[in-house]
């Protein structure tokens, strides 16, 4: 019953968020025609600013948040630690070496989305064609790998920041700080966020059981590689979905399900769906901050999840401590 | 229940067990002696299907361990883990749930007795008291009767047991092996690695690994026997009484 409260509770505030995503803006819209626009078809301007520029972004930013948090929640349970967010795979490097290097070269949006993309599948086949091997998956080399090759991407791109022209070097810091102004259509990545939720939260008892440990969990009866290589999968291609879209946003894929660990939800049939929605709700309300506080300049989302996510973690820890 | 044919495995370049035909039937409590190192949790391990023996085979009711989808096999062999890879960050009844996980069905882990099998597991152990506490913040034996318990919560016919006096007071030593015991009278099968011979005389027959390929096995009364002991643990024992209540401890 409290499972079921908190996830009712975490549902509301989702509404709420995007509703607030909504109304807050350069212009200033009130929640009657925020609703009258969504719900009663209309012309006008309203409407337009409503389905055109805040509903697409607010979507476009809760289901990047979403993917993030369930990715954390996978990888935490694939690499048994704490520490694992989504980008601790090379992932997210891979992509943004591509991105970057398409906007070196001055291409445009939907080929830098393409390198981005090819850049984070080419990190995910290193990374599994290092990691697993006949058959055997150990979550420590799995770790390092991903970490190595993050620290070689890093490298590159900060040899492209360092050659790329004072023009372009804005652009590029936005993606690498995570931002969604230019977030395209987002409903790829919602049918993906579906398709992970209702397959990893059928399959939670077993993530339950390899939190345990890949020996424990063996015992206990889960058949362990080829779960191990769906949550990569799942957790892969999530924060490919969300690069995609957002950009590297930071700290939300650690911080979401964290605070609900902090909060005492442990199980993953609770967690999983309350990490998404906890991870939705947090990129849209930090994405209101982002293109509101300095209007009419837009900074990137990820300053903010950062902000708002550092001490709002450090206040649960030390209330645990 | 449980048959092991022609068992053979190693460390390294140590061979540690040869040729080793070994079954543990219906209400059986075995007792696994040896020294460090000779083998005992690589042979429960290979029991409990968790790693496949250099040579032989292994049969859970005249079928290959392998065989069975690892759910079902679950359900009937149950092994306690000498020690765990991890830190568990949920609540001590949680940890204990973990164990339904077998008897678990999907889409949401639906488990028509797994609440009730969790408390009595928790009452088993007297743990009722700290269920709802961070598994984090246990003392190291609260955590041995809290595996113990998930194991208990697993309800499987046979339980393959590595140390499960480790950690524990002697009160929970005691009543770990009256559970044991009683798991056996109730028609289950126990194999138990244990380096406490006073317990190992109340187990039904032992196997001694000797760690060079060498084992015997046989009643526990004909098994316990000095020479044999001496021989196993190289060193020299006195025995203090007979028979159950005998005690072996070493010459100092």
Avoid at chain 2, 169 to 182: G, S, V, Y
Wanted: net charge neutral; glycine share 10%.
């Amino acid at each position: 019953m409290r499972n079921r409260t908190l996830l009712t509770i975490l549902a509301l505030c989702a509404a709420g968020s995007l509703l607030v995503a909504l109304l807050v803006g350069s212009v200033p819209l009130s929640a009657a025609q925020v609703l009258d626009s969504l719900f009663v078809q209309t012309q006008g301007i309203v409407h337009d600013i409503v389905w055109q520029l805040r509903l697409p972004r607010a979507l476009a930013a809760f289901v990047c948040g979403a993917l993030l948090a369930s990715s954390g929640v996978l990888l935490q349970v694939l690499l048994r630690n704490p520490l694992a967010d989504p980008y601790v795979l090379g992932i997210s490097g891979g992509a943004a070496l591509g991105a970057l290097g398409a906007m070196l070269i001055g291409a445009t949006l939907a080929v830098m989305n393409m390198a981005a993309f090819g850049g984070a599948l080419a990190a995910m086949a290193i990374v599994f064609a290092l990691s697993f091997r006949s058959g055997d998956w150990n979550p420590h080399r799995l770790l390092l790998t991903g970490v190595v090759l993050s620290s070689g991407f890093a490298a590159l791109i900060s040899l492209i920041l360092a050659v790329a022209p004072q023009a372009q070097l804005k652009g590029m810091l936005f993606w690498l700080m995570g931002d969604l102004s230019d977030a395209g259509a987002s409903g790829t990545a919602w049918l993906l966020l579906v398709l992970l939720l209702a397959v990893f939260t059928w399959l939670a008892a077993t993530l339950d059981a390899l939190t345990l440990g890949s020996m424990k969990a063996r015992a206990l009866g889960v058949a362990v590689t080829p779960m191990q290589a769906a949550l990569y999968v799942g957790a892969a291609a999530a924060t490919v979905a969300a690069v995609l879209l957002g950009g590297s946003i930071g700290f939300v894929g650690m911080m979401a399900p964290h605070a609900l660990r902090l909060l005492g939800v442990h199980a993953h049939r609770v967690l999983l769906p309350a990490a998404a929605l906890g991870g939705g709700i947090f990129v849209v309300l930090a994405d209101v901050l982002a293109r509101t506080l300095w209007a009419p300049q837009q900074l990137p989302v990820g300053v903010f999840t950062a902000l708002i996510g550092v001490p709002v973690l450090l206040v649960l820890l030390s209330r645990r401590a | 229940m449980l048959r092991a044919t022609a068992l053979g495995f190693s460390a390294g370049s140590r061979t540690l067990c040869r040729a080793l035909d070994f079954a543990a039937a219906a209400g059986e409590l075995w007792a696994v002696l040896g020294c460090n190192g000779s083998g005992k949790t690589t042979l429960l391990h290979a029991l409990a299907g968790l790693a496949r023996p250099a040579a032989g085979a292994v049969e859970f009711d005249g079928r290959a361990v392998d065989d069975y989808p690892r759910r079902e096999f679950a359900r009937g062999v149950g092994m306690l883990l000498q020690r765990e890879e991890q830190e568990y960050w949920g609540t001590l009844e949680d940890y204990v749930r973990v164990g339904r996980f077998p008897h678990a069905q999907p889409p949401f882990g639906e488990d028509a007795g797994g609440e009730e099998a969790v408390a009595r597991a928790l009452a088993a152990f007297d743990l009722q008291s700290c269920a709802q506490q961070s598994f984090a913040t246990l003392s190291g034996g609260e955590r041995q009767r809290a595996r113990l318990a998930q194991l208990w919560a697993q309800d499987a016919r046979v339980l393959l047991l590595d140390e499960p006096l480790q950690h524990l007071d002697l009160r929970h030593q005691l009543q770990t092996m009256q559970l044991i015991r009683a798991a056996t009278r109730a028609g289950r099968a126990a194999v138990v690695v244990l380096h406490d011979l006073t317990y190992a005389a109340h187990c039904d027959r032992v196997l001694m690994l000797h760690g060079d390929g060498g084992h015997a096995q046989g009643a526990a009364a004909e098994m316990l026997e000095p020479a044999r002991l001496e021989a196993l643990y190289g060193c020299r024992l006195a025995v203090c009484g007979s028979g159950s209540t005998a005690h072996v401890m070493p010459v100092i």
